[in-house]
């Protein structure tokens, strides 16, 4: 299997952590998707990345959908990351929400990079990272378990980690993250374990026509 794009993406990020928590081999194909968007197109007219191409060639897109193709993949016995029952709707919840403030913080990036950005656009996507940010602070707060659903990690603790470093270093300064210091303490934890370690690239745009 071929993963296509870069680990400073919080979606790719989270997919690349995931497979590599299960063990599954897979290739990395580090691609830009500005620089390299001819190579992902090959595979994915969509041109987004986080993209998966399977053995047969078929190729997934989208974080929740190749996530719950991995955990179908190695079956519910070892798919520890992912939550059963009522657990799992409000796994989901956590993780719409968290990859939520992604979209919004890409949105955001995009508008400077692009163009000189819509005030109201841009103003609309400020608030809406940062009251949900605020919203998942307390979510993180009144748990007092090592992790979101107990002493396991979850699809939602490594969701939150890859969104908060990446609204971190793509937007800097732009939200005060003084007054967040549950989704700190999660996000310091979780950048600790060797898998976020390896699984990690400093944030970079490249521009359209860029290598
Ligand atoms: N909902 C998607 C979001 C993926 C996404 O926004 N990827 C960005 C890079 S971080 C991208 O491909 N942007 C280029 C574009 O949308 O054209 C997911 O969960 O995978």
Redesign the pocket.
């Known amino acids: 299997m071929l993963l296509i794009g870069q680990y400073d ?3 790719v990020r989270r997919v690349g952590i995931a497979m590599t928590l299960y063990g599954i081999a897979f290739d990395h194909a580090p691609w830009s ?1 500005f620089g390299d968007v001819d190579k992902i197109a090959r595979h994915n007219p969509l ?4 993209a998966l191409v399977l053995d047969d060639n078929s190729v997934l ?4 959908v190749i996530l719950e193709a991995i955990d179908d993949m190695v079956g519910p016995d070892r798919a520890f990351l992912g939550r059963a029952g009522a657990d799992r709707i409000a796994m989901l919840r956590l993780c719409a929400f968290a ?1 939520g403030v992604a ?1 919004k913080g ?1 949105s955001l990036v995009y508008e400077r990079a692009f163009r000189e950005g819509l005030p109201m656009w841009v103003e609309r996507c400020q608030s809406q990272v940062r009251d949900t940010l605020a919203l998942l602070d307390a979510e993180r707060a009144a748990r007092t378990s090592e992790w979101l659903f107990g002493d396991q990690l979850s699809h939602a603790d490594i969701v939150l980690a890859t969104m908060l470093r990446f609204i971190s270093e793509a937007l800097p300064g732009m939200f005060a993250m003084s007054g967040l210091a549950a989704l700190r303490r999660h996000s310091e934890a979780c950048e600790a374990l060797p898998v976020f370690q390896s699984i990690c690239q400093p944030y970079q745009l490249t521009m359209p026509g860029e290598q």
């Open positions: 993406s919080p979606f998707g041109r987004r990345v986080p897109t989208d974080s929740f990859a979209d890409v």
